[in-house]
């Protein structure tokens, strides 16, 4: 009977859990677009940043409540496809708080960016020309080709930024070829830590995988990069290889265009690989069969699938059919920072793990997240017959918010206690968003919380409090209360939050009657 009742609960809690949408703020920039905008659960804009430029592929809040926003540089010397040139932070009333540019005669971003930290992680071209090509071992060309490669830029404190860290594609290739030149190797087999530089040698990639590019020398094609903390590791995603990959940030810049080093001790070398085995001599099951994008991972933190790989695989299910699939990559317990790689087989797993077919479907651009409460957010991008929105499905593919037309290549969703959130609130128009409201009431000037956001130790200054509480509690976003205890006269307490969970939490006064009052704080680790 208990098993039974155990149960019933769960399926009330899953059926209670899943089967709304996920509270919180969408956040797009419209193809083509100067503005950037933040829609609510409701699908009212809630804040907008009109901007004077076009805004390439992507935009991100910062745990601040600054936007970063790649966009198109009117100086840009080559181009293709999501060209940018120029990412810029952008605070809540519009003003340009840094703003950089990568763009010349042989360097340009495009597509995708990610936050590491405070920095900002850009995708970018590096122009090689036919001869640097052919010497490298590649099987005769005669255009210049642009290989990918990652630089990450820390704000200066001066209006600018200055690049901190870099990895090239181009330091981490072999070819089976010509023994007589460089990065030789007489089976690529042997080396699927390295990108055989024979392996796209047309437009669209292999299997018929890829799409409309920059042309001839937008050579892989590199559309979605992310960043774990956890791991201290990048995953990206191509579009010509039709694969995704992960490498190590932990490293130097001289470890990342070397073999060894950082916590893989693999240096700047691939660390895992999914989606085509061809590509590195093998032969398995596991193929995307088309356009990938998005590649990222699922947050580890308690919620669904957490610590997987998600991509947008554009025709997944069928041609015109995409789908987002989960991969349970096979991190290695004893490192802990590299994959199980099995002599004579490809990366596992052999398929993908979790699978949702899309409603909405785009062979291009598209992004995808899982959200606490295990619904997934899905972004088909528009263009290239894409359908153009937004939109959230539950755990039995239910869609309970949207679709929204928002014609943007990538979307994200910010759930209620995003630090990023939280800094915009006073800039919102946030009527009707149920993020900011709460049963208990607030005092407005009562009592002081410093520092709010906080890292860890914060002040609670009741020095001029004109009401007769007896007791303070903490409770998180979910109303569990995790500390209480008497006022007695003290004019001030001090509470740590260090051994809490990153998020939004609640400073409770408790009066004689016992009525609660209460200030939000965001603690970020």
Same mark, same amino acid.
């Given at each position: 009977?208990k098993?039974? #009742?155990? &149960?019933?609960?769960?399926? *009330?809690?899953?059926?209670?859990?899943? +089967?709304? /949408?996920?509270?919180?703020? @969408?956040? %797009?920039?419209?193809?083509?677009?100067?503005?950037?905008?933040?829609?609510?659960?409701?699908?009212?804009?809630?804040?907008?940043?009109?901007?004077?430029t076009?805004?390439?592929?992507?935009?991100q809040?910062k745990?601040?409540?600054n936007?970063?926003?790649?966009?198109?540089?009117n100086?840009?010397?080559?181009?293709?496809?999501a060209?940018?040139?120029?990412?810029?932070?952008?605070?809540?009333l519009?003003?340009?708080?840094?703003?950089?540019i990568?763009?010349?005669?042989e360097?340009?971003?495009?597509?995708?960016?990610? #936050?590491? &930290?405070?920095?900002?992680? *850009?995708?970018a071209?590096?122009?090689? +020309?036919? /001869?640097?090509?052919?010497? @490298?071992? %590649?099987?005769?060309?005669?255009?210049?080709?642009?290989?990918?490669?990652f630089?990450?830029?820390?704000?200066?404190?001066?209006?600018?930024?200055?690049?901190?860290?870099?990895?090239?594609?181009?330091?981490?290739?072999?070819q089976?070829?010509?023994?007589?030149?460089?990065?030789?190797?007489?089976?690529?087999?042997?080396?699927?830590?390295?990108?055989?530089?024979?392996?796209?040698?047309?437009m669209?990639?292999?299997?018929?995988g890829?799409?409309p590019?920059?042309?001839?020398?937008?050579?892989?094609?590199?559309?979605?990069?992310?960043?774990?903390?956890d791991?201290d590791q990048?995953?990206?995603?191509?579009?010509?290889?039709?694969?995704?990959?992960?490498?190590?940030?932990?490293?130097?810049?001289?470890?990342?265009?070397?073999?060894?080093?950082?916590?893989?001790?693999?240096?700047?070398?691939?660390?895992?690989?999914?989606?085509?085995?061809?590509n590195?001599?093998?032969?398995?099951p596991?193929?995307?069969?088309?356009a990938?994008?998005?590649?990222?991972?699922?947050?580890?933190?308690?919620?669904?699938?957490?610590?997987?790989?998600?991509?947008?695989?554009?025709?997944?299910?069928?041609a015109?059919?995409?789908?987002?699939?989960?991969?349970?990559t096979?991190?290695?317990?004893?490192?802990?920072y590299?994959?199980?790689?099995?002599?004579?087989?490809?990366?596992?797993?052999?398929?993908?793990?979790?699978?949702?077919?899309?409603?909405?479907?785009?062979?291009?651009?598209?992004?995808?997240?899982?959200?606490?409460?295990?619904?997934?957010?899905?972004?088909?991008?528009?263009?290239q017959?894409?359908?153009?929105?937004?939109?959230?499905?539950?755990?039995?593919?239910?869609?309970?918010?949207?679709?929204?037309n928002?014609?943007?290549?990538?979307?994200?969703?910010?759930?209620?206690?995003?630090?990023?959130?939280?800094?915009?609130?006073?800039f919102?128009?946030?009527?009707?968003?149920s993020?900011?409201?709460?049963?208990?009431?607030?005092?407005?000037?009562?009592?002081?919380?410093?520092?709010?956001?906080?890292?860890?130790?914060?002040?609670?200054?009741?020095?001029?409090?004109?009401?007769?509480?007896?007791?303070?509690?903490v409770?998180n976003?979910?109303?569990?209360?995790?500390?209480?205890?008497?006022?007695?006269?003290?004019?001030?307490?001090?509470?740590?939050?260090?051994?809490c969970s990153?998020?939004l939490?609640f400073?409770?006064?408790?009066n004689?009657?016992g009525e609660?009052?209460?200030?939000?704080?965001?603690?970020?680790?």
């Open positions: 009977m098993n039974i #009742l155990l &149960g019933v609960t769960l399926f *009330l809690i899953s059926t209670i859990t899943f +089967s709304q /949408s996920f509270n919180g703020f @969408a956040l %797009y920039n419209s193809q083509g677009s100067n503005t950037t905008y933040l829609i609510d659960e409701s699908l009212n804009i809630a804040h907008t940043w009109n901007l004077s076009e805004c390439n592929y992507t935009v809040i745990e601040n409540g936007l970063i926003r790649g966009t198109k540089y100086g840009n010397q080559f181009g293709g496809a060209d940018a040139g120029r990412v810029q932070e952008i605070d809540p519009g003003n340009i708080v840094w703003d950089y990568y763009s010349d005669s360097h340009l971003s495009h597509h995708d960016l990610t #936050l590491v &930290g405070d920095n900002v992680l *850009l995708t071209w590096e122009v090689k +020309s036919a /001869s640097e090509i052919n010497a @490298a071992g %590649y099987d005769n060309t005669d255009s210049d080709k642009w290989p990918t490669h630089v990450e830029l820390a704000p200066n404190g001066n209006g600018g930024a200055d690049i901190v860290w870099e990895w090239h594609i181009w330091d981490h290739m072999c089976d070829t010509d023994s007589s030149k460089p990065n030789y190797t007489a089976d690529i087999s042997d080396h699927p830590e390295l990108i055989d530089i024979n392996m796209i040698q047309q669209g990639g292999p299997g018929g890829g799409g590019g920059g042309g001839e020398g937008d050579w892989f094609h590199v559309n979605g990069v992310d960043y774990n903390e791991l990048i995953c990206f995603s191509s579009r010509f290889a039709s694969e995704i990959y992960i490498i190590d940030h932990s490293t130097t810049i001289e470890e990342a265009a070397s073999h060894e080093g950082g916590n893989s001790g693999m240096g700047g070398d691939i660390i895992y690989r999914w989606g085509n085995p061809s590195y001599g093998m032969s398995g596991q193929v995307i069969t088309n990938v994008h998005d590649s990222r991972w699922i947050t580890d933190d308690g919620r669904p699938n957490g610590g997987f790989l998600q991509i947008f695989n554009n025709s997944g299910q069928s015109n059919q995409s789908t987002i699939d989960g991969i349970d096979p991190l290695d317990p004893e490192t802990g590299t994959y199980i790689l099995n002599p004579g087989e490809p990366y596992a797993p052999a398929s993908y793990t979790t699978r949702y077919v899309c409603a909405y479907s785009a062979s291009g651009q598209s992004a995808s997240d899982r959200m606490s409460n295990g619904n997934i957010y899905v972004n088909a991008s528009g263009g017959g894409g359908s153009g929105v937004m939109y959230e499905v539950n755990a039995v593919g239910n869609i309970v918010w949207g679709p929204y928002s014609q943007t290549p990538k979307g994200f969703r910010y759930e209620c206690d995003h630090p990023g959130i939280i800094a915009l609130e006073s919102m128009n946030s009527a009707t968003s993020c900011f409201t709460s049963s208990i009431s607030e005092v407005e000037d009562s009592f002081l919380i410093y520092p709010n956001p906080t890292t860890g130790l914060i002040n609670i200054d009741l020095s001029s409090l004109n009401h007769n509480f007896s007791e303070f509690s409770s976003i979910s109303g569990q209360e995790i500390q209480r205890e008497s006022v007695n006269n003290k004019k001030n307490i001090q509470f740590d939050f260090q051994d990153e998020g939490y400073i409770n006064l408790i004689i009657k609660t009052y209460a200030k939000r704080i965001s603690y970020i680790k």
